[in-house]
């Protein structure tokens, strides 16, 4: 078994594309890309706050069941990818299924290159003691 | 000559140390951020074509296929006031006659970009914008 110790990764022939080999060995793939650029888990209810968090400055409750939280290094464009939980657990009684998303006003992306909005709604917008967002992507 | 190193650990100069399986299977191996009202992809990895088969029904072929069905893949769209629908749009696995298994395959995923409703009802939509990614085995 071999280890490699290091505080940094940068590529050789191109710094910003490190080459790793495929679980079956039949592909590869940038090491950069795939891996996630920022992720958080958050309570949603009260005074919203992160419980962990990577790459992530703050977070800020816009409404109820709406969210917005910052990332501490920026992306390089607005053109990643973002997905969203939220526990099962329904604070308002109902029984009624819970969709979360991405909530935009008047055409503009709910989205900047540092910010991302996001809501939670199950006929109206609720509010959840537990979510967490991922995204992927490329940082600037 | 590109540099290659073969390792199984990697290690910081603080001591804390990971196995590069967790570098390997823990990456992403498809993301895509699309628009669906245009079916073009603005940025993505690993996909090779985007397939537009209908209102909120796209396929994304991969470049690299994955080890087996077994990988996870997760999405969403995002609801524009713009586009009339009160709900927010989500990224669901296509799911119909065939089952999930026709849709599912090592080398693309077939999903719907869909609203629900109040009534819980949902309705494909071509979102402006839709992302989504998978985890799991490369082949």
Redesign the interface.
């Given at each position: 078994?071999?280890?490699?110790?290091?505080?940094n990764?940068t590529g050789?022939?191109s710094a910003g594309d490190i080459?790793?080999?495929?679980?079956?060995g039949?592909?590869?793939?940038?090491?950069q890309?795939?891996?996630?650029k920022a992720w958080v888990n958050f309570d949603g209810v009260g005074t919203v706050a992160i419980s962990d968090s990577f790459n992530m400055s703050s977070i800020t409750d816009n409404a109820t069941g709406q969210y917005r939280y910052t990332m501490s290094s920026a992306m390089s464009?607005?053109?990643?990818?973002?997905?969203?939980?939220q526990a099962v657990d329904d604070p308002d009684g109902s029984t009624?299924?819970w969709?979360?998303?991405?909530?935009?006003?008047?055409?503009c992306?709910?989205k900047t290159t540092t910010v991302v909005s996001m809501?939670l709604?199950d006929?109206?917008y609720v509010d959840c003691g537990y979510l967490s967002s991922?995204v992927?992507?490329?940082l600037a | 000559m590109?540099?290659k190193?073969?390792?199984?650990?990697?290690?910081?100069?603080?001591g804390a140390?990971i196995a590069t399986s967790y570098?390997?299977?823990g990456?992403?191996?498809f993301?895509?951020?699309m628009n669906a009202s245009a079916a073009s992809t603005?940025?993505s990895?690993?996909q090779s074509s985007l397939t537009d088969n209908g209102t909120g029904d796209f396929t994304h072929a991969f470049t690299?296929?994955m080890?087996n069905v077994y990988y996870t893949p997760?999405?969403?769209?995002?609801?524009?006031?713009?586009g009339g629908n009160s709900?927010?749009?989500?990224w669901t696995l296509k799911y119909a006659a065939g089952g999930l298994a026709s849709y599912k395959l090592t080398s693309s995923v077939r999903v719907d970009i869909v609203y629900?409703d109040?009534?819980?009802n949902r309705t494909n939509y071509d979102y402006?914008?839709a992302?989504?990614?998978a985890h799991g085995?490369?082949?």
């Open positions: 078994m071999s280890t490699i110790i290091a505080d990764l050789k022939t080459t790793v080999t495929s679980e079956g039949a592909a590869t793939q940038s090491l890309q795939g891996l996630a464009s607005y053109d990643y990818s973002v997905t969203f939980a009624d299924i969709t979360n998303g991405f909530r935009s006003n008047h055409g992306l709910p809501g709604y006929g109206v991922v992927l992507g490329d | 590109a540099g190193i073969i390792a199984d650990t990697l290690e910081t100069g603080a140390d570098v390997v299977n990456s992403a191996k993301f895509v951020h603005q940025n990895l690993n690299n296929s080890d997760t999405g969403h769209g995002y609801y524009n006031a713009s709900a927010l749009a989500q629900v109040a009534n819980q402006e914008g992302w989504g990614t085995d490369l082949a």
